[in-house]
């Protein structure tokens, strides 16, 4: 079968690859002050976006990175038409924090957007985030070493912020741990979707077609994504590539895609507190075990990585990157990993409700993201069920997708936050669909299947807050040249 290989010179590279390697980063939330002055700055600057080239041809991967990203403000910002802004999705256009898409994502309580640092209504407008990454060459996996290497770059692009007609409003400097351990101390970031025609192989259940990762592409439903199309001639047209679709205009949407942002503070305490408790010996004091295996079943997979669906008992030991596996095949009642964990929730992968193998891969394909998500706050040490940080600590999510409806919000919405799931009633995602006041009366649980009956854990707390976010169009670099020219 012909598979279209993806323009990987065109392609921003943080889409494609997750700069493992750059443990330390800064994203930067900026508004445009000057859209002249940053026109003429990005009319040369998109030559220094790395492009997922870059990332492939060794020779060529510099101790930095940088990519860059707009809101729908951002774009407006810039001049670009309003019948052209009117042709991007109903989701980026609204935003994160419109009245029903925060009822619709549960931002409420907490995490209701009048809370937030950053993106909500009353904070300054956010037009542009720029990220920014570095790696020292000489140490390998070197936090401190990495750290003064992106933070000097930062330095430097920060002495021409002001010429350059930006200002920053928010940033966060979000990590990766060389173990890739998220706050919780579970290994994060192992199942990843492969982009078809990226050059990356691997199973065939991951591979997903690239039109759910970027515009130009067709999508696992056959047909090119709801791409952004100039509507109203303006700008360098020559720059833009004409609409695969066929329509014959041009399309500004071409190699790039939507990221998603949120800050989401984990209260850490909290959650190893509730565990310990909900899994204590019968005289009170703390069965470390159980409480791991509790901790595994939230989440479906180990602290080290290994799943749950494989690993029932007890965690391997050793660090696993384990992700070739289906729960029709190993775990069709759940009696190993849990309907309700973070894992099977989010991508059910073989499983979905009461479809068949087939048929369940072709759903949870549909529903896929990409995961780019770094730790803010200090890293801190302590026993696995004992870790206390001194300081406010989370995850920031970052994620990427073509149709954030369908990608990212169905998955916040429908499969992490909706209490009634395959046979559960009370019962939202553990880690990132409990709100503090949910609907009056309503419990919310957790189900572990077991025979002869199920166990309920009753009371979740809630762990996650949400404390700020946005949706970004993320262009490719030939629109980002295009961009300088409206
Ligand atoms: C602080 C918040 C979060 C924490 C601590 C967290 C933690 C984790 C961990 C430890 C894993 C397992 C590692 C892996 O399979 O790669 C995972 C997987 C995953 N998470 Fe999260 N996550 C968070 C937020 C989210 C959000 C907001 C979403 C989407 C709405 C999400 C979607 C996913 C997906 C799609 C997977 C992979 C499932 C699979 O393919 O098997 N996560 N998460």
Excluded at 54 to 80: C, M, V, Y
Excluded at 149 to 155: A, F, M, S, T
Aim: net charge negative.
């Amino acid at each position: 079968m012909h598979t279209t290989m993806l323009e990987l010179e065109n392609i921003q590279g943080y889409l494609i690859r997750g700069y493992a390697h750059m443990l330390y980063s800064r994203f930067v939330y900026m508004q445009i002050s000057d859209a002249e002055a940053f026109k003429k700055w990005l009319s040369k600057s998109w030559q220094d976006m790395t492009s997922a080239r870059h990332i492939h041809d060794k020779s060529k991967i510099s101790p930095t990175h940088l990519n860059i990203a707009f809101t729908h403000d951002g774009l407006a910002k810039l001049g670009l038409h309003k019948e052209n802004l009117d042709a991007f999705s109903r989701e980026f256009r609204q935003g994160m924090v419109s009245p029903h898409r925060s009822r619709l994502l549960g931002d409420s309580d907490e995490s209701n957007p009048e809370n937030w640092n950053w993106g909500a209504n009353h904070n300054e407008k956010i037009h542009l985030c720029l990220m920014v990454f570095g790696n020292d060459k000489s140490g390998r996996d070197d936090l401190e070493k990495d750290k003064i290497v992106c933070l000097d770059y930062y330095r430097q692009l920060e002495s021409e912020f002001k010429q350059n007609g930006i200002e920053p409003i928010f940033y966060i400097d979000g990590q990766t741990q060389p173990d890739n351990k998220e706050h919780f101390g579970f290994r994060d970031g192992i199942s990843q979707p492969i982009i078809e025609g990226s050059g990356r192989v691997g199973d065939k259940d991951d591979v997903v077609k690239a039109g759910e990762f970027l515009f130009g592409y067709k999508n696992e439903f056959g047909v090119y994504p709801d791409t952004p199309l100039i509507v109203k001639e303006q700008g360098n047209l020559n720059l833009l590539s004409p609409d695969a679709g066929g329509s014959g205009q041009k399309d500004i949407g071409k190699d790039g895609t939507f990221v998603v942002m949120r800050q989401l503070k984990q209260d850490v305490t909290k959650f190893w507190s509730f565990l310990n408790e909900s899994s204590k010996n019968p005289d009170g004091s703390i069965n470390v075990a159980e409480s791991l295996k509790l901790g595994a079943r939230f989440v479906g997979r180990w602290q080290n990585g290994a799943p749950i669906t494989l690993f029932p008992d007890a965690d391997p030991g050793t660090t696993s990157d384990v992700n070739d596996f289906g729960y029709s095949k190993f775990d069709k009642d759940g009696l190993k990993c849990p309907f309700g964990s973070h894992l099977r929730r989010t991508n059910p992968r073989d499983n979905v409700d009461d479809h068949g193998k087939k048929e369940s891969l072709k759903l949870s394909k549909q529903h896929r993201i990409i995961r780019r998500a770094r730790l803010y706050g200090e890293i801190y040490e302590g026993s696995p069920t004992n870790l206390t940080p001194t300081g406010e600590v989370g995850l920031i999510f970052i994620c990427f997708n073509a149709d954030i409806s369908r990608q990212f919000e169905f998955l916040q919405y429908t499969w992490s936050n909706l209490p009634k799931n395959k046979e559960l009633y009370n019962d939202p995602d553990p880690i990132i669909g409990v709100r503090a006041n949910a609907e009056q009366g309503e419990e919310q649980n957790f189900t572990i299947q077991d025979l002869p009956v199920n166990r309920t854990i009753k009371n979740l707390p809630q762990v996650i807050t949400v404390k700020g976010g946005a949706y970004f169009f993320f262009p490719s670099i030939n629109v980002l040249r295009y961009l300088s020219t409206i």
